[in-house]
């Protein structure tokens, strides 16, 4: 039986769109952005990032050291955000209803504070509610150490957590992650990135 349900961020509960990122690192001036970036896990100075080896402010130095000018945060944010196409209010719908069903809900999710900044104030959802509003709760990379698809990330959710791989399942658009946390005996479930999962959920919690 299903007691928890663990959420990817980006191309689950948001929808990605990693050309738009692309396009705006090149457009404050990293001219190879689409070498440098990933729509699943980082690496590089992006990576470093996600995976708290380095701060924000670290992270716009060390970019402003590579694209060969002073960027901003605010530029780094813009850049970051590239990645979020649209919040559907179909998932957001879809979370209060499953928490509401007394499942509880946890974000797992390979990001970094300029993302969570975003998430984390009241312009996330439209209506005034962080992404925390949906969740029991959070467990970014940057502050954990470890990124998908390494099945130490999983393995600190469920020990911090409390809860049974049995028990758990989990939501990613990303095949390598959902094996990962597969062979921990975690249930899984891997809708395309902007696909609509809100019934599919439903139907397999039956």
């Known amino acids: 039986m299903i007691k928890n349900i663990l959420f990817d961020f980006g191309g689950v509960i948001i929808t990605l769109d990693p050309v738009r990122a692309v396009d705006r690192f090149k457009e404050i001036g990293l001219k190879d952005a689409d070498k440098r970036l990933d729509t699943y896990t980082q690496s590089g100075i992006f990576g470093d990032l996600e995976l708290g080896k380095i701060s924000a402010e670290e992270f716009r130095a060390g970019l402003s050291d590579i694209i060969g000018h002073e960027v901003t945060g605010e530029q780094c944010l813009y850049g970051w955000k590239g990645y979020c196409k649209e919040v559907p209010q179909r998932n957001l719908d879809a979370l209060l209803r499953l928490r509401a ?95 609509d999962w809100t019934e599919k959920i439903f139907e397999y919690l039956k």
Do not use: Q
């Open 101 to 195: 069903d007394g499942y509880r809900l946890i974000l797992l999710s390979n990001t970094n504070p300029f993302m969570m900044s975003w998430a984390l104030s009241d312009d996330f959802d439209g209506n005034g509610h962080p992404v925390s509003y949906y969740m029991d709760a959070m467990y970014v990379s940057y502050k954990c150490g470890v990124m998908k698809p390494d099945e130490r990330f999983f393995r600190k959710v469920l020990g911090d957590e409390g809860i049974e791989p049995g028990e758990t399942l989990f939501l990613d658009d990303g095949i390598r992650n959902v094996e990962a946390a597969g062979r921990l005996g975690i249930k899984t479930f891997c809708p395309e990135n902007g696909s």
